[in-house]
């Protein structure tokens, strides 16, 4: 329902027919992000260009059944464009697995469940719109960063080209979609997912080995920028590749643990570059970082590198 007419635009705010958004994130790339009083609603606002070409991509995503929010309504606005859509839910993911976690030293089933539906979801999108095109190496290593990782560390540039090289035999074998470039529970609310902003075309599986392992490029003690707020037991592991290890493709059947390794250390690549802000952090990933190149280059399994890393 409608909130009762306005005629004075809120402080902070925005009017838009008659109801008030409150600023949530001014972003970096010219749109703002409001939310309405009890947000149930999201208003995106900003520059005609900007406003246009991400509205634009989210209803492919919509078109190709992303589970991502409805849209409720778009237009114009005091010469800017915006779009508003529904609210997927409050709290993320990531935040629901720490309270968890603090209440009983483990994600529950029930959240467990909804984070897995989301995932099939995204897998089942990514799986149908995949194709079996050649990579264009130069820009998936400037998306996961790999060359980002040479200059870094330019005294270990030859192990990391080295990966790279393996990495790629992988790769080019697999099918190519839309991937989100930063799936993991922290970008997914109880109705769905969010935040896009990395997307780019990548292997098909790179977002499901991310939104499983992504606790291991957090560490558990203290002294850290951030911290593991959550980590899936064994037996929610085995239950992840059971129900979302597999897809359909146009091509034939995908299974996740045949390419674990190569997608793992992309992945590795972009959890690890441009970690300055945070030098502790950094310093950290970047020993992780070594050990899986190396553990990768001496043919051993990074699958089991991941499950047994303390």
Known sequence: MRSPEATEEPKNGILINGENFTLVLERERGVGLYANTDRSK???????????????????????????AQILDEGEKDGMNYWIEESLGDTHLTNQ????????????????????GHVASMRDAEARIAVAQPYD???????????GMEEELPEFAERIKL???????????????????????????DRGVIDFGDHFEGPLGFDMVNAITS???????????????????????????????????????????????????????????????????????????????????????LYEYWRNKD
């Open 137 to 147: 190496f130069s820009e998936l290593a400037r998306a996961v960063g790999e060359s």
């Open 215 to 301: 606790p291991i490029w957090f560490p558990k003690g203290p002294g850290y920028e951030f911290f593991q707020k959550f980590d899936f037991t064994d037996e929610q592991i085995e239950e992840f590749f059971t129900k979302c290890g597999t897809s359909i493709t146009a091509n034939g059947n995908f299974d996740l643990r045949d390419s674990f390794d190569a997608l793992f250390f992309l992945k590795a690549n972009w959890w690890t570059v441009r970690n300055h802000k945070m030098p502790k952090l950094q310093e950290w990933r970047y020993e992780i970082y070594r050990e899986i190149v190396e553990t990768y280059l001496a043919g051993q399994s």
């Open 163 to 189: 990966a790279w090289e393996k990495a790629k035999q992988t790769v080019e074998k697999l099918p190519k979609t839309l991937t989100h470039g930063d799936f993991n529970p922290t970008n997914i609310l």
């Open 97 to 116: 697995f720490y309270e968890d976690t603090k209440a009983t030293g483990e994600v529950s089933e029930r959240r467990f469940d909804v984070f897995l």
């Open 42 to 68: 999201y208003l995106r606002i900003g520059t005609s260009a900007m406003v246009k070409k991400e509205l634009s991509f989210h209803k492919l995503l919509l078109a190709e059944n992303f589970p991502v």
